[in-house]
């Protein structure tokens, strides 16, 4: 059997310390992971596509078979295109479960090749979410221990240039 490679896709606006722990665990499953922006047109993001991946990439620098790129469209056909029909998810509880089975079969019914392999958060990392962390931080908060200094430092410095607006 070749290379066992799983895509883990993502908004990922900022990566935070549950989507990093999702990836260390997952490169001791697969041979290789590839972390996939999306670039979604309907979706408003905080962080622009390069800024996303050019996070990534400093997070992973040490994390070996790990790859970062974007993707737009469906995922299935960028899944494919990859040479793989693996998606990795994180699931943090049941809201989660609820939207990602619903898209983990949806994407079955668009491609049966397809399999969606979820990763349980750990403990510590249940409650971080993107979303809230962007509404914190925005409102004067600290996001220590929810994300990586880098993306706090990122957050910090996006939100004084909005506040500049
Ligand atoms: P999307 O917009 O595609 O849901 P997210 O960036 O919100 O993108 O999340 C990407 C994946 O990571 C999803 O499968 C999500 O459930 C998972 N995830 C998000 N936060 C955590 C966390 N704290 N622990 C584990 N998995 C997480």
Same mark, same amino acid.
């Given at each position: 059997m070749g290379k066992r490679v799983a895509i883990y896709p993502g908004s990922f606006d900022p990566p935070?310390?549950?989507?990093?722990?999702?990836?260390?665990?997952? /490169?001791?499953? @697969?041979?290789?992971?590839? &972390?996939?922006?999306?670039?979604?047109?309907h979706k408003k993001y905080m962080f622009g596509p390069a800024e996303r991946v050019a996070i990534w990439k400093s997070l992973l620098?040490?994390?070996?078979?790990?790859? /970062?790129?974007? @993707?737009?469209?469906?995922? &299935?056909?960028?899944?494919r295109g990859k040479g793989t029909n693996i998606i990795l998810r994180g699931l943090r509880n049941v809201t989660d479960f609820e939207y990602e089975i619903q898209m983990a079969t949806t994407n079955r019914v668009l491609n049966d090749k397809i399999e969606t392999v979820f990763i349980m958060t750990e403990g510590t990392?249940?409650?971080?979410?993107?979303?809230?962390?962007?509404?914190?931080?925005?409102?004067?908060?600290s996001a220590k221990g929810m994300v990586p200094r880098l993306v706090e430092k990122e957050l910090r410095k996006k939100i004084l240039e909005s506040n500049k607006k």
């Amino acid at each position: 059997m070749g290379k066992r490679v799983a895509i883990y896709p993502g908004s990922f606006d900022p990566p935070t310390e549950g989507h990093l722990n999702i990836v260390k665990r997952s /490169v001791q499953i @697969f041979d290789e992971v590839i &972390v996939a922006v999306s670039e979604s047109i309907h979706k408003k993001y905080m962080f622009g596509p390069a800024e996303r991946v050019a996070i990534w990439k400093s997070l992973l620098k040490d994390v070996p078979r790990t790859k /970062v790129d974007t @993707f737009r469209g469906l995922l &299935v056909d960028y899944v494919r295109g990859k040479g793989t029909n693996i998606i990795l998810r994180g699931l943090r509880n049941v809201t989660d479960f609820e939207y990602e089975i619903q898209m983990a079969t949806t994407n079955r019914v668009l491609n049966d090749k397809i399999e969606t392999v979820f990763i349980m958060t750990e403990g510590t990392y249940s409650h971080i979410a993107a979303s809230l962390i962007k509404e914190v931080v925005s409102m004067g908060g600290s996001a220590k221990g929810m994300v990586p200094r880098l993306v706090e430092k990122e957050l910090r410095k996006k939100i004084l240039e909005s506040n500049k607006k």
